[in-house]
């Protein structure tokens, strides 16, 4: 066990001292508890569930017959460094998307078309290797109910450059302060952050949390934002455009 500051470890800068399991071996056990990765799209309530966390072991990133063997607790920089250096492309999406590779399988991260499904081909739990097929997936989405220990891929030549560099101008845009990334998703043909803006929600802070100024979809925390805070702007948001639009606003971060 190790204890955990939340209002430090988590991107959002939100959340209690709490106890979290490192898991060094795979074993079934662990599945009674909820697996976190970075922190980097969480929400941590001051009554989590009972949380654990992959130790270094599952911190790796190996080659074998053409296919990248990449650890559930390898940091995305990592990832993204190792294939600028050795040519491999795919994994340009990662480039400032914070995270680890576990984390960022469960919630199929990307940005527009671009999603680490794209070239994943397998994932290993304690059941043994799942193929992609044998996963329902979609954007920001996956049916995955396990803890995730490695990702297989195809090793495919040729790291792209200009796709790398897209990636990093279009990080220019996000806000600086700590978040959690969008904080809803988009719905169906629309943008989660042009509905928040026309109802008149950006900038709009509760406490010291708020809809980031920057872009609506950010919630931002200024200083000594609080759960309670950021979910009262939650259920604000939530409420005032399905009231505007008729629309449901699905959450993208997670609430522990
Ligand atoms: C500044 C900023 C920018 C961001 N930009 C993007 C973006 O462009 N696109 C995007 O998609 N996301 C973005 N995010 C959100 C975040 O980076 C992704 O959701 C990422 O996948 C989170 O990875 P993590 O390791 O931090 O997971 P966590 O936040 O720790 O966990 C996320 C979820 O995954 C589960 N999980 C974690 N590890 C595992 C595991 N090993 N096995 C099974 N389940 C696991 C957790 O239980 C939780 O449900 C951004 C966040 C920030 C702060």
């Not at 480039?95 to 576990?102: D, H, I, V």
């Not at 990307?110 to 739990?125: A, D, Q, R, S, V």
């Amino acid at each position: 066990m190790k204890t955990i500051d939340f209002s430090k470890y988590s991107s959002i800068r939100i959340g209690p001292l709490a106890q979290v399991k490192i898991i060094n071996k795979i074993e079934k056990e662990n599945e009674n508890f909820t697996v976190i990765g970075g922190a980097n799209n969480l929400l941590v309530s001051n009554n989590p569930p009972k949380l654990a966390k992959l130790s270094k072991e599952f911190d790796y990133i190996k080659e074998k017959d053409g296919f990248l063997y990449i650890g559930g607790a390898t940091p995305s920089g990592k990832v993204v460094s190792y294939c600028k250096k050795h040519d491999i492309k795919g994994f340009e999406l990662l480039q400032k998307l914070p995270g680890l590779l576990g984390g960022i399988i469960k919630m199929n991260a990307g940005l527009k078309k671009h999603e680490i499904f794209n070239n994943l081909t397998t994932i290993k739990t304690v059941n043994g290797y799942i193929k992609k097929e044998d996963i329902s997936f979609g954007y920001r989405h996956t049916d995955i109910k396990s803890i995730v220990y490695e990702g297989v891929f195809e090793k495919r030549k040729g790291f792209d450059e200009k796709l790398f560099e897209y990636f990093e101008t279009l990080r220019k845009n996000q806000p600086n302060l700590p978040s959690a990334g969008s904080c809803f998703k988009n719905p169906p043909n629309n943008y989660a952050g042009k509905l928040l803006q026309e109802c008149g929600l950006k900038g709009y802070r509760v406490g010291d949390m708020g809809f980031s100024e920057i872009h609506a979809n950010f919630l931002v925390n200024y200083g000594n934002g609080a759960f309670k805070d950021a979910m009262s702007l939650i259920n604000i948001a939530k409420k005032r455009v399905l009231d505007m639009f008729g629309i449901k606003l699905e959450l993208e971060i997670v609430v522990l």
